[in-house]
């Protein structure tokens, strides 16, 4: 049972470390492509839509790669807690739930705040109704 359960740990390592080198090395170039692909094909007004394609990316890989320092220091732990860390939801989203349940710590009040001063709303418009709670509460 131990060596599979190092074996699994040692797989998904090296998966991670090659989408990891892969991501670092190669999204540079696919960024300036796009970029110079759109301006000599006259398409500047896909830029936006193309930006906040980008964004939502990021913000979903964010969700994932902070949940739990996210999930220690924005959320106050009970049953209600929606915890950060689906790959499908956008970090205000998982705010703006734990707003709903009034489960955000005081810091992330304060991001919740400050969030809804740059868009008004901005975590309650941002929720995934769709994306259901994914796991339990963990215990530390």
């Not at 006259?42 to 913000?59: H, P, R, S, V, W």
């Not at 009970?78 to 956008?90: A, D, I, Q």
């Not at 941002?126 to 509460?137: A, E, G, M, P, T």
């Amino acid at each position: 049972m131990k060596n599979n359960a190092s074996t699994g740990f040692i797989k998904s390592f090296l998966l991670f470390a090659i989408a990891f080198v892969l991501i670092v090395t190669t999204t540079p170039i696919g960024f300036v492509y796009a970029l110079l692909r759109q301006l000599f094909l006259g398409k500047i007004i896909t830029f936006q839509i193309y930006f906040i394609e980008l964004a939502l990316a990021l913000d979903n890989t964010g969700n994932v790669i902070m949940q739990h320092l996210l999930n220690d220091t924005l959320l106050t732990k009970n049953t209600n807690t929606y915890l950060f860390g689906n790959k499908k939801e956008t970090i205000s989203s998982v705010i703006g739930k734990n707003h709903l349940s009034n489960t955000l710590s005081p810091l992330g009040k304060a991001l919740n705040r400050f969030l809804n001063w740059l868009d008004r709303e901005h975590s309650l418009n941002s929720i995934d109704y769709n994306v259901k709670l994914w796991r339990q509460l963990m215990k530390h």
